[in-house]
């Protein structure tokens, strides 16, 4: 694989110089145009002297330069990222911008050597009306309103005083220093060091956000500093303007009441940008009202409104960045709410390309741009204090102000907190592009400053950008080396938060509540009238929405329900080991919604730690997928809802799925209520199956519903089969693993491996049952017996984030063998004995198959589901119908793939070992498939886990009788 | 919002040596509970349906229903009333309260306890002063999201979690029928004090 590996990146690599040298061509022919222009044109009129008439092939660079090396370049930037991301090794210790900055200079190196003028540089001109908008667009639209604005406060105090502070205090040690003579002979006065002091304050703390996903991050922090990045660059050029209009004027000609006109000048030009912005964005989200019947451009709109009150402001000398930031802010609920799903799903991707795009340039250009020796002029005490005094004043900003505003706060910023804030004063290519546009004629040291910015922004971004990580992750380590908390307190201490936030709201903080409440009864009784689709504003009422989604789930549950009976019949007909795979389908298509639900949960597992220290015992390991289920399923209080931003992903926000979820919940809570008391305690309605009806009926314990005893019988001998099954069933997810490989299309891969855990599944379903009379007539449930195939797939597959519910699943049955299957059991864990030996040492390979496997499953599943969802939110009235259809659909293929599946698993128990052999000699490709379908996983860590656990010997995970001693005991 | 009529100097006096707000708090809350009862001077438990950012919470109603159990208002009697006066939500809500250092050693043991039996009431639903098994599972079902699996999962996990508690409790049968003096003694016993001390050491303040 690794090879592989590296002969990818050599490719990329390759690919990448043979374009730079394609980039270079046109400069070198450009500059042979500038160097003899002469002799081309005689030679030219000499050729048209010779050849007259008509040509059919005719070579016309010259009309195409332009166009045609700009979307070269662009080319080269989205090539670069995409060859980086090849090797996620690589982008997870490096930031992406430090590898487009030193592509950039290797990129201008040769532009440089091949022409002797710096021909591409980031031009002022381009930055601000091309690259800058949709980046400061993208954040706006997609800024968390809700947070925003309850933690505007902190954020304006972060963006407007944190950034004058910079300013002054940069500004003014720096002239201090240089009226000690040690930075030499500069010709600059105390406005152009403000100046300079204002054009190095723009924190560009987007960077940080990326950091903030692998740690805990709390709600405020986030929104806090995502806030600040957003709306400082506005604050900056505010201020930067303020400055070089003072310098132009002259020191000498600024009588005090310049000085008050800089200050009103800095208020109007801030307040009349976000006025503008406001407006812009009402009059977009009014114009997408009426854009019913043009779909296809209808998110042409919100780019072009955009982009027009970002040049509207500029024109009134307002502050554009902050205009197209409010712009983005204030249309986002409007938009969402008017446009149809296709459309919003193309703004927000369109939105990201863009932003993604101009940060890929920017940083590039970053480094084109240094390779220019006119630019280049050097003063080390002058670079060297301006680096110490940047870092030195954000320290002291972040924490005095973190002083002062948690004197107000409900959620205090912590020194954690603080720390990433003040260490995530990255100096991005705002300061770059503001420095380049400073005026020669009135600032004389414009080169210094030019350089001395370039070193600024190379030092924080490469320097800071590396070590901020481990730093972070440093600081976590010394912070969470307390003890691991017992299930007891995290399940409590969970419900704590939940009864705390629930305080918190009730005793209400009166103002912000007060004030919001006023806004949304103005916005829903004005604004949404106003701005809305009718049909936007029906469908915005919640109640609709989830009734909606509520029969989707009945279709589900229909589904399953009709799947159950099915494959009961096709049991009967058949009587074969094959039940099994009724159970998992039912398991398969319900785990599909909660894959959807928490496909965006923590990629980072936070049990890492928990997992390494407690493998010792079986029991221990039961207890870690408890943990790890408590982690992933418990609901999280509003505070650590993960907010999350990154200008090059689109993210998903868990909060409000889960917010719809509890609202779903108390919905159908509310619905059966009805139902019973309109039906009586008759259960015998269609959906069954719904979770919350169990629970009806585990309360009920002595009127057994009918359906019941049978399902429950049915099980048990699907207990017994499975013993037998089991070894085959083992070695048949390994050929399920190989198969994978081979197929490429979704439908293929889940099959196979869903037998694996089928079988684990089926009997699961009653354990509901078993455990409520073990409870009524206190009887302590029997004692868990580990199946061979929980000892194999336990302490692998816990590892898996997403895999926790087959996890838990896998493990259920081995609780509930009834203990007269004890017998069964033994025997056949005798005869597996020697097979797993065997199976001990390809663990690991087995393991990094499954993670693969189980993953592809619950993403074809996932994918599935949505695109029913989708299918069922466009004709929700046809909902009914579409669901039949599924629902006959999936029957259908589903007993397609009963019946392939069905000869395979008798003829794959005869050939295990040669299996294992396989899934050896594929598992470098499994990895790779892994690789490939995992990001963000933070695998370094996994790995010595998954050898620990390979490496001991089987054999020590299976103390059943010791274990039944403990149980025994409770 | 400065039209509202506000308590009488004495009463808040009353109040806050009951309570232990301080005046200021509590006419910050008499504001708010007139805002969520609109105007009215009892409460009932549909005034919290105005409180959007609850809905969001999955253990509303047993927060809610905390507010009108006979237990936390100091009435002896179990069971619920249907309204109450802003001194029973006043009651409710100090057991919520910040604790200073100020305090003697007995008298935080004594709130300790305090917040331990309201924490404790509204785990107990059916009011028998105890936590039986079948109650944890429905918290701990009300605190899963509810994806496939949650059903089994839940009452696993609130298996494994009584089997702590009883493990910590050594010896002593609490799994099955913990009494409320040894329930009091588990809620302490196990670990989970840390959270509860965050609780009670203020994690809410009424600041704001």
């Known amino acids: 694989a690794e090879v592989m590996g590296r002969a990818r990146s050599v490719v990329g690599w390759v690919l990448l110089t043979a374009l730079a040298v394609l980039l270079c061509c046109p400069a070198a022919l450009s500059s042979l145009d500038e160097e003899h222009p002469d002799s081309d044109t005689e030679h030219g009129e000499s050729h048209g002297g010779n050849e007259t008439g008509f040509h059919i092939v005719s070579f016309h660079w010259e009309n195409v330069q332009t166009p045609y090396v700009i979307a070269l370049w662009i080319l080269v930037a989205s090539l670069a990222q995409t060859v980086f991301h090849l090797s996620e090794k690589v982008t997870l210790v490096v930031p992406e911008s430090i590898l487009l900055i030193v592509l950039g200079l290797i990129l201008g190196g040769i532009v440089w050597a091949a022409d002797h003028t710096a021909s591409f540089t980031l031009t002022p001109n381009v930055f601000f009306f091309y690259l800058l908008p949709p980046i400061i667009l993208d954040a706006g639209y997609f800024m968390p309103n809700q947070q925003f604005f309850r933690n505007i406060g902190s954020i304006l105090m972060y963006a407007i005083i944190g950034t004058v502070w910079n300013t002054v205090t940069t500004g003014l040690s720096l002239y201090g220093v240089f009226r000690t003579g040690i930075m030499g002979n500069l010709d600059a006065g105390l406005l152009e060091f403000l100046l300079f002091g204002s054009v190095i304050a723009a924190v560009d703390t987007v960077a940080v956000l990326t950091v903030f996903e692998e740690i805990h991050v709390n709600e405020a922090l986030f929104i806090v500093v995502f806030g600040e990045s957003l709306l400082n660059d506005g604050v900056t050029v505010v201020l930067y303007n303020v400055f070089n209009s003072f310098v132009a004027v002259g020191a000498g000609n600024i009588q005090g009441l310049d000085y008050f006109k800089g200050i009103v000048s800095f208020f109007v030009v801030s307040l009349g940008g976000i006025a503008i912005g406001i407006i812009f964005g009402f009059l977009l989200s009014l114009v997408t009202r009426f854009t019913k019947h043009v779909r296809v451009i209808e998110p042409g709109f919100v780019f072009v409104i955009s982009y027009l009150s970002y040049l509207t402001s500029d024109m009134l000398s307002l502050s554009a960045i902050l205009t197209i930031a409010f712009c983005g802010i204030c249309c986002q609920k409007y938009v969402q709410a008017n446009l149809c799903e296709q459309s919003i799903i193309t703004v927000r991707y369109t939105m990201k390309m863009l932003a993604s795009g101009a940060e890929t340039i920017i940083f590039m250009f970053l480094g084109v741009s240094a390779v220019d020796t006119t630019i280049w002029t050097w003063n080390t005490p002058f670079i060297l204090f301006t680096l110490v005094f940047i870092s030195v004043y954000r320290v002291i900003g972040v924490v005095a102000q973190t002083w002062i505003l948690n004197h107000y706060r409900v959620v205090q910023l912590e020194m954690i907190d603080q720390m990433v804030m003040s260490y995530g004063g990255l100096r991005g290519s705002m300061a770059f592009a503001l420095v380049v546009l400073l005026d020669l004629k009135h600032v004389h040291e414009k080169r210094l400053f030019v350089s001395t910015t370039i070193i600024v922004v190379y030092f924080t971004i490469i320097f800071q950008g590396l070590t901020i990580k481990p730093l972070v992750k440093w600081l976590k380590i010394k912070r969470s080396q307390q003890k691991e908390p017992s299930l007891n307190e995290k399940l409590h201490e969970r419900a704590f938060d939940h009864i705390v936030s629930a305080i918190e709201d009730i005793s209400g903080q009166i103002g912000h509540n007060y004030l919001r409440d006023k806004w949304s009864r103005f916005d829903k009784k004005y604004l949404s009238k106003i701005m809305m689709r009718k049909s936007a504003l029906i469908s915005q009422d919640n109640l609709l929405s989830i009734f909606r989604e509520l029969n989707l789930k009945d279709a589900i549950s229909y589904l399953s329900e009709g799947e159950r009976q099915g494959s009961l019949m096709f049991m009967h007909s058949s009587n074969d080991v094959n039940i099994d795979f009724t159970g998992p389908r039912y398991s398969v298509i319900d785990s599909s919604i909660s894959a959807v639900l928490r496909e965006s949960a923590s990629d980072v597992c936070l049990d890492m730690k928990a997992l390494e220290n407690r493998v010792k015992s079986l029991k221990d390991q039961e207890e870690i997928v408890t943990h790890h289920t408590l982690q992933q399923l418990l609901y999280k209080p509003r505070k650590r809802y993960k907010l999350n931003y990154s200008r090059h992903k689109l993210v998903h926000n868990e909060g409000v799925k889960q917010d719809k979820e509890i609202f779903q919940q108390t919905m159908k809570k509310r619905l059966e209520n009805l139902k019973s008391s309109k039906l009586g305690a008759n259960h015998n309605i269609a959906f069954k199956n719904t979770k919350k009806e169990k629970g009806a009926k585990k309360k009920h314990s002595d009127a057994v519903p009918n359906r019941n005893l049978p399902t429950q019988s049915l099980a048990l001998h699907a207990d017994k089969d499975t013993q037998d099954v089991q070894p085959g069933q083992l070695i048949q997810e390994n050929q399920g693993e190989s198969n994978e490989k081979s197929v490429s299309d979704v439908e293929g891969h889940y099959d196979p491996s869903d037998g694996g855990i089928s079988f684990l599944i089926t009997p699961a379903n009653n354990e509901s049952d078993e455990t409520r009379t073990g409870n009524s007539k206190s009887i302590p449930s029997p004692p868990p017996l580990p199946s061979p195939t929980t000892l194999d797939e336990k302490p692998i597959s816990r590892k898996d984030d997403h895999v926790s519910q087959e996890d838990l699943s896998s493990e259920k049955p081995s609780r509930i063998f009834p203990s007269y299957l004890q017998k069964t059991w033994m025997q056949s864990y005798t005869s597996l004995e020697n097979v797993e030996s065997q199976v001990s040492t390809v663990s690991e390979h087995v393991a990094a198959q499954e993670e693969s496997s189980t993953e592809i499953v619950l993403k074809a599943t996932v994918d599935k589901t949505e695109e029913a969802k989708l299918n069922e939110d466009d004709h929700s009235t046809q909902l009914d119908r579409e669901a039949l259809d599924v629902k006959v659909q999936c029957a259908e293929t589903l007993n397609e793939e009963l019946e392939d599946n069905c000869p395979k698993d008798a003829a794959l128990q005869e050939q295990k070992p040669l299996i294992i052999k396989d899934s050896k000699m594929h598992s470098a490709a499994a990895k790779r498939v892994q690789n490939r379908r995992s990001f963000h996983r933070p695998k370094p860590l996994r790995y010595p886990v998954l050898q620990k656990l390979g490496s001991l010997p089987v054999s020590c995970h299976i103390p059943p009788h010791s274990l039944e001693q403990e149980e025994t005991q409770f | ?208």
């Open chain 2, 1 to 208: 919002m400065g039209s509202t009529p506000s308590l009488p100097a004495w009463e808040i006096r009353n109040l806050a040596n009951t309570t232990g707000f301080t005046s200021e708090q509590i006419e910050i809350l008499h504001r708010r509970f007139l805002h969520l009862t609109d105007g009215k001077t009892t409460m009932s438990k549909d005034c919290f349906d105005n409180i959007p950012d609850l809905d969001c919470n999955p253990i509303k109603s047993r927060i809610v229903n905390a507010f009108f159990d006979g237990r936390n208002l100091g009435l002896q009697t179990s069971g619920t009333v249907d309204e109450i006066t802003f001194e029973n939500f006043l009651t409710t809500l100090s057991f919520f309260q910040h604790m200073d250092d100020n305090h003697t050693k007995e008298d935080l043991e004594y709130y300790k306890n305090e917040k331990l039996q309201f924490l404790f009431r509204m785990y107990d639903t059916n009011g028998d002063g105890k936590i039986t098994l079948e109650e944890l599972r429905e918290i701990v079902d009300e605190l899963l999201s509810k994806t496939s699996n949650a059903e089994k999962t839940s009452s696993s996990i609130a298996d494994a979690a009584m089997l702590e508690a009883a493990n910590i409790c050594v010896g002593q049968m609490i799994a099955k029928n913990p009494a409320k003096e040894q329930a009091i003694n588990f809620w302490k016993a196990k670990p989970l004090c840390p959270g509860t001390d965050s609780l009670a050491g203020g994690k809410y303040e009424l600041a704001s």
